[in-house]
């Protein structure tokens, strides 16, 4: 999980589904204004990154994130902020005007791995605090956000803004899945490597870990579909349990209803809207 976390938040910027990451630019002057020119009004963060440094516990204390799960946000150029949230993918609409700023209510993806309330606990505060934020400010390379009262809540340091992957054409390994109810993830058995490929042509594929697999697919701004699963036959009897693996991701990759990309991070979301599928770029 610790790589997985630090994996999303070097490279990220999510989805989604979730995905994916925006914001708006505003012109001044008159009709014969030329574009390059002085009156050019540039809503100021956007196109940047920013990982959490601190934020303001439940208690009122100013505590640091959980190593490895620091929550990462990118502005982008749309009237959108997404990221992670340490483990969960997320967006939303947000609106600058001057110091101030509002965030919309959060889409998030929802699973995580068992065993780690302290982590929920912390994506929860963390955005409880992002949409209670009401102004901000940049000061060489911290970004600090303020709730109502003033009080700071939030701190972050600038990051590389990071280039996003496109679902078709790039090789994507399984990182998590979830299991049970589908609120909790598990990781890959050790030794097992599970791919999707999305080719032009409408096909999927992969390897499941032990067979090989492709079916149809149809994709949309953020829909996905797939359909009528093939997969080779073999039975492989090591490492242990990977054919129950691959019989939970083939399953799971027909639940496919909705995706989400995050700089290098894919997200598969079922009919239900809970992340089931968490994937990484081939580097």
């Known amino acids: 999980m610790e790589r997985e976390g630090q994996n999303i938040l070097a490279k990220t910027a999510f989805l989604i589904i979730v995905a994916a990451c925006i914001v708006s630019v505003a012109w001044t002057g008159g009709v014969d204004t030329p574009p390059d020119s002085a009156n050019r009004v540039t809503e100021p963060l956007s196109g940047t990154a920013w990982n959490l440094v601190e934020f303001r516990a439940d208690n009122g204390s100013v505590v640091a994130p959980l190593h490895g799960t620091a929550p990462l946000i990118v502005f982008g150029e749309s009237g959108t902020l997404s990221g992670s949230a340490g483990c969960n993918l997320y967006s939303a609409p947000y609106r600058?005007?001057?110091?101030?700023?509002?965030?919309?209510?959060v889409v998030a993806t929802a699973a995580y791995p068992a065993d780690e309330q302290e982590l929920v606990q912390q994506e929860n505060r963390y955005r409880e605090l992002l949409v209670a934020a009401a102004s901000y400010r940049v000061e060489d390379d911290r970004l600090t956000i303020s709730g109502p009262s003033g009080r700071e809540v939030l701190t972050f340091a600038r990051a590389e803004q990071p280039g996003s992957v496109p679902l078709l054409a790039t090789e994507w390994h399984l990182t998590r899945y979830t299991t049970g109810s589908g609120s909790t993830v598990a990781s890959p058995v050790p030794g097992t490597d599970i791919t999707l490929v999305f080719d032009g042509d409408g096909t999927v594929s992969g390897s499941a870990g032990c067979n090989a697999y492709s079916a149809p697919y149809q994709v949309n701004e953020t829909g996905i579909g797939v359909e009528r699963i093939i997969a080779t036959k073999a039975s492989c009897a090591e490492p242990a349990g990977i054919m129950e693996q691959e019989k939970t991701y083939l399953d799971?990759?027909?639940?496919?209803?909705?995706?989400?990309?995050?700089?290098?991070?894919?997200?598969?979301?079922?009919?239900?809207?809970?992340?089931?599928l968490f994937f990484t770029a081939d580097p």
């Open 96 to 105: 600058i005007n001057g110091s101030t700023i509002a965030v919309e209510p």
């Open 252 to 276: 799971l990759l027909r639940s496919a209803a909705g995706y989400r990309i995050v700089g290098d991070t894919l997200a598969v979301i079922d009919g239900n809207g809970r992340a089931i």
